[in-house]
């Protein structure tokens, strides 16, 4: 057996052993990563807003 075919057997036997989520997870889990993905970047966006504000106000007149 050559190297290649050995390694594409060990491989789909690995891939059976993994416990995939369900259709439902994944969605949940999805959903998760893009709320926190926005609630990040509404809050850097939020700082990046005040310190602007604050730079035009004392440092560039």
């Given at each position: 057996m050559n190297v290649v075919t050995k390694f594409i057997?060990?491989?789909q036997d690995e891939l059976r052993k993994v416990n995939w989520p369900s259709r439902e997870q994944a969605i949940n889990?999805?959903?998760i990563v893009?709320?926190?993905s926005i609630?990040?970047?509404l809050f850097l966006g939020?700082?990046?807003y005040f310190?602007?504000?604050l730079l035009k106000?004392?440092?560039i007149k």
């Open positions: 057997k060990e491989a889990y999805t959903l893009i709320g926190v609630a990040v970047a939020g700082l990046d310190f602007e504000g106000t004392f440092i």
